[in-house]
Nanobody
């Protein structure tokens, strides 16, 4: 079956960096657009970034543009999210997701075909 497993979360201070990874199995990874979402306590899950199948097109939420970078390694079936200049408001559970769409654009949650279980990112001030 399809599995998306996130890792790399943790507790950091404001201004620090983290790199999240999402290891995919059970699907033809290179055929899927991939996205990152996050959900803070008491809030709805929100889009963070997406990338098309080849990695040639990316798209970011305004709140993370210029600080976060999404990338993928199709040879390793792995998606990444490099997060720099972290802020307390970035605190959330971060999820990776796969869909059969084009990718590299805004990705609504209902379009996703598969989800990971999430990894917690906590940024202290």
């Amino acid at each position: 079956q399809v599995q998306l497993v996130e890792s790399g979360g943790g507790l950091v201070q404001a201004g620090d960096s983290l790199r999240l990874s999402c290891a995919a199995s059970g699907l033809t990874f290179g055929s899927y657009a991939m996205s990152w979402f996050r959900q803070a306590p008491g809030k709805e899950r929100e889009f963070v970034a997406s990338i098309n199948w080849s990695g040639g097109f990316t798209y970011y939420a305004d709140s993370v543009k210029g600080r976060f970078t999404i990338s993928r390694d199709n040879a390793k079936n792995t998606l990444y999210l490099q997060m720099n200049s972290l802020k307390p408001e970035d605190t959330a559970v971060y999820y990776c997701a796969a869909d059969r769409g084009v990718g590299g654009d805004y990705a609504p949650t209902h379009r996703m075909d598969y989800w990971g279980q999430g990894t917690q990112v906590t940024v202290s001030s």
